[in-house]
Nanobody
């Protein structure tokens, strides 16, 4: 079975930084389309950042210039470096992966078959 596990969430003050990590078992991040999503209770899960199969990066407008998605194929991990955090970044963050290659824009949540349990990020003003 495929398992994704996020870590690195926590509580920080606005302007601070956090680095989220996602490890996988039964799955290789390398050739596939992977992403980070976040969700606020009562709202739909939204894409934050993604890496397509060519290694091209895509970010939601709200996080451009502040967040950086990356993956380490040798370690089979996916990361999200979050800088200059704002209160509106508060959410549950999820690691997501597709069982196939993809190219271009971030896909919606329904396109991803594999999900982690989520890690909470809380930013205080």
């Amino acid at each position: 079975q495929v398992q994704l596990v996020e870590s690195g969430g926590g509580s920080v003050q606005a302007g601070g930084s956090l680095r989220l990590s996602c490890s996988a078992s039964g799955y290789r991040f390398g050739p596939n389309c992977v992403a980070w999503f976040r969700q606020i209770p009562g709202k739909e899960r939204e894409g934050v950042a993604g890496i397509d199969s060519r290694g091209e990066l895509t970010y939601a407008d709200a996080v451009k210039g502040r967040f950086t998605i990356s993956k380490d194929n040798a370690k089979n991990t996916l990361s999200l470096q979050m800088n200059s955090l704002k209160a509106e970044d508060t959410a549950m963050y999820y690691c997501a992966a597709m069982p196939a290659i993809c190219f271009g824009l971030i896909r919606g949540a329904s396109a991803y078959d594999y999900w982690g349990q989520g890690t909470q990020v809380t930013v205080s003003s």
